[in-house]
């Protein structure tokens, strides 16, 4: 078994939770899928009792400063050490920056929803290591583990079904946001891939999952995101469409595969749409927060990233979504 980072790994739901071999699986096997997915919502929130809560009030932080510097002068960071439990950020007011719910699927899961991946190999978009190319191609650099042993493979696949052309090759060289609204949508060109439409239907049950979880710990968010998959079918020109049905409340999903990613923000987000980073359920305020994926050992990594453009919930139509 491939061995990944807790923080940055990709897992999946299973039909059943079990701590022992056999434990659970009758009582979740009584269960429609909807209900199942409510237990298991219902389990992981129990598990959150933990808050963590800053000196920041969110909306100031969010506001430009002149010199990046004084982020930290104002809004100093807190000295939690490593965090291992379960947790939720918040800032002064309570309103949430960060959802961590460390280890809540078995080990074999793991494994599991690794292995849907193995045939993305040959579709991932690789970079050399090159500053400059890795930049460009990528807005911000990223690693390979280029050992000649990765099983899944090394790369970074951007999977939409709602973007906008311009802004996907002006984000990737620019790392700006310029769409207009009169812009059209299109779904990436990789949803055209068979590999990447069968790995849409693997993961669907596994993204139903997070999706509840979501409903529960940021509903406006989740709102929103509904909202914006039922919105897409009048705004997208892409034609055919991808028959396959979009699996997560999230409009873009990003597979990143043994690479690091240096600290950064999001640059196309609003900074009231969390990211998700499945399997440990990880949503972070990425437009405020520095985040990265740091250099590891040994193993394999495996990321999905979850995320929002606001410029297409904007030419949808759609309002963003309050701090929970």
Known sequence: ??????????????????????????????L???????????????CCAGEDVTEWDIDRFAEPMR????????????????????????DVHGRVLVWYLP??????????????????????VKCSKTGGQSKRRFGHKHVPEEDGNEKFGHGRLMNSPAIFQQAHMEYFWRLIDPQRLE???????????????QWLRDITYAGDFWNTIAEIVLPDLAQVGKEAISA?????????????????????????????????????????????IPGTMVFLAGKLLTHSVPKWEKGERIALA????????NRFGLARPMFT
């Open 67 to 90: 010199n990046v510097a004084d982020k930290t002068k104002y809004f100093p960071y807190p000295q939690w050490g490593h965090i291992s439990d379960p947790v939720t950020v918040l």
């Open 232 to 276: 897409k079918q009048h705004w997208v020109t892409t034609q055919p469409p991808c028959p396959v049905r979009w699996p997560s409340i999230y409009l873009g999903i990003d597979v990143i595969v043994n690479r690091e990613t240096p600290p950064h923000q999001d640059q196309a987000s609003a900074p009231s749409l969390l990211d998700l």
């Open 183 to 197: 812009d059209q949508v299109y779904e990436s060109s990789s949803l055209k891939k068979p590999a990447v439409r």
């Open 306 to 313: 979850h995320y929002v453009k606001d410029a297409i919930h």
């Open 103 to 124: 280890g809540i699927i078995p080990p074999a899961r793991v494994e599991h929803l690794s292995e849907i991946h193995i045939p993305l190999k040959d579709s991932l």
């Open 1 to 30: 078994m491939s061995e990944m980072a807790a923080d940055y790994l990709m897992v999946g739901c299973c039909p059943f939770i079990y701590s022992a071999p056999g434990q659970y699986v009758v009582f979740m096997e009584g």
């Open 32 to 46: 429609g899928q909807h209900s199942l997915f409510l237990v298991l919502a219902d389990f992981v929130c129990a």
